[in-house]
């Protein structure tokens, strides 16, 4: 027969009102700051646009690292989701392929933290982030090789790595020329059409990074 837990033990278990409303308010005005200053924002800003101190801030998130992390995890998530999106309500694969780099940069552009920091997951994949990306881009890549659309011997490498390479336009030019990028992705989706049919470079990744056809996976 199981022996209920003292109240008092419950109750410590179960977190109180008032400390999800704090770290709710962490969470939102982080995301807030993050957006706008980027990851190098002090946390005192954080604190203060929460509304609370440092020392609630701290039990929520001990390290500034933990805070970043949860804020990027959900906002990255949340950006994917809306490009994802874009790309299924677009019909035609090709406006598909344009209105999911059409999204994914515009919210790109919108977040510092983000944009200081998506470069770096294609060398350490966040599978939260990077993974929900790579998901849609294989779909957008089928889509649009079924129709004869895309360059022959495009792949989702490909797509996802030009993502990465206008997102390191944006953040370059947020400042100085900050639509410049919307140029480079039309030039760079019109080198993907299927009327471009010289064949592309050779991968040249080391052999450490190719799959090993004879080794069965785990």
């Keep these: ?13 179960t977190p109180r009102a008032d400390a999800i409303r704090n770290r709710d308010a962490i969470v ?23 509304g609370v101190g440092m020392g609630t801030l701290y ?11 949860t804020v990027l995890r959900r906002d990255f998530s949340k950006w994917a989701e809306s490009a994802r999106q874009a790309a299924i309500d677009a019909e035609d694969p ?32 966040d599978l939260e982030g990077i993974h929900q990306l790579r998901l849609v881009i294989e779909q957008l890549c089928a889509r649009a090789d079924a129709k ?11 797509l996802l790595l030009l993502l990465v390479s206008l997102g390191h336009a944006v953040q370059i030019t947020a400042e100085c020329r900050p639509q410049m990028w919307n140029r480079l ?10 009327d471009h049919r010289e064949p592309l470079p050779a991968d040249t990744a080391p052999d450490s990074h190719r799959p090993n056809p004879e080794q069965k996976p785990r």
């Design 1 to 13: 027969m199981a022996v209920a837990e003292p109240e008092s033990i419950t109750r410590r278990r």
């Design 28 to 50: 939102e005005a982080a995301a807030e700051v993050l957006a706008e200053q980027g990851a190098a924002v002090d946390v005192r800003e954080i604190a203060r646009r929460s």
């Design 59 to 69: 039990r929520h998130f001990p390290k500034k690292e933990d805070l970043v992390h």
């Design 94 to 125: 090709w406006a598909a392929l344009t209105d999911f780099y059409q999204q994914a940069l515009t919210g790109y552009a919108r977040h510092r933290a983000i944009m200081e920091n998506f470069a770096l997951t294609w060398s350490v994949p």
């Design 148 to 158: 004869g659309l895309l360059r022959p011997g495009v792949t989702t490498d490909d």
């Design 185 to 194: 992705l039309r030039i760079s989706l019109d080198g993907l059409r299927a």
